[in-house]
């Protein structure tokens, strides 16, 4: 699969979160460089934009995405 096409603007992928994790390379190589359709961050960014996508989600967060469009 293809890179996430989000990755030059993304803050987990450019290592600008607050706290990351040791594990943030591993979600990097899962989920940015092949399962980006899973990344949390993803599926909130294309429900309502990537404005609202909150600055501390984790690509593994996909229980968090229903809250966050809710939210909106
Ligand atoms: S964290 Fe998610 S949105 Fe960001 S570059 Fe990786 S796959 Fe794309």
Request: proline content about 6%; glycine content about 6%.
């Amino acid at each position: 699969m293809a890179d996430c096409k989000l990755t030059p603007g993304c803050l987990f992928f450019n290592d600008q979160m607050a706290n990351m994790p040791g594990t943030a390379e591993i979600y990097k190589k899962k989920y940015c460089a092949g399962e980006y359709a899973d990344c949390a961050r993803y599926l909130v960014f294309q429900a309502i934009g990537r404005e609202n996508v909150p600055k501390d989600l984790f690509p593994n967060q996909q229980e968090k995405i229903q809250l966050i469009i809710d939210r909106k």
